[in-house]
């Protein structure tokens, strides 16, 4: 599976951007797809995760603002990311894993084996 990110950008605190991710490869539709991201300084943190049947699981700072999606027709993932404030600033890289489980939540990077080449997204206040 290839990834391409797209979609970052310099917003406002308070607006809005919609992260978009590219996949090629006839697994997509199989696989576990997520965002991660990585402020200077910081190590790539789990962002949100969906399961190839739709369900989806979020870090607690970005519940009730972001929303992650999947259309496995277009073999495309997005990040909907509102309300967004300067601690959001960050690189953000789309995933993609082999994991199966419908009761577990793949939260951890080393649970993706391929990954996007990041997006920049800052957030001014």
């Known amino acids: 599976v290839q990834l391409q990110a797209s979609g970052g950008g310099l917003v406002q605190a308070g607006g809005s951007l919609r992260l978009s991710c590219a996949a090629s490869g006839r697994t997509f539709s199989s696989s576990v797809m997520g965002w991660f991201r990585q402020a200077p300084g910081n190590e790539r943190e789990f962002v949100a995760t969906?399961?190839?049947?739709?369900?989806?699981y979020y870090t607690d700072s970005v519940k009730g603002r972001f929303t992650i999606s999947r259309d496995n027709a277009r073999n495309m993932v997005y990040l909907q990311m509102n309300s967004l404030k300067p601690e959001d600033t960050a690189v953000y890289y789309c995933?993609?894993?082999?994991?199966?489980?419908?009761?577990?939540?793949?939260?951890?990077?080393?649970?993706?084996?391929?990954w996007g080449q990041g997006t920049q997204v800052t957030v001014s206040s």
């Open positions: 969906i399961k190839w049947s739709g369900n989806t």
């Open positions: 995933a993609a894993g082999p994991g199966s489980s419908t009761t577990y939540y793949y939260t951890r990077a080393i649970e993706y084996a391929y």
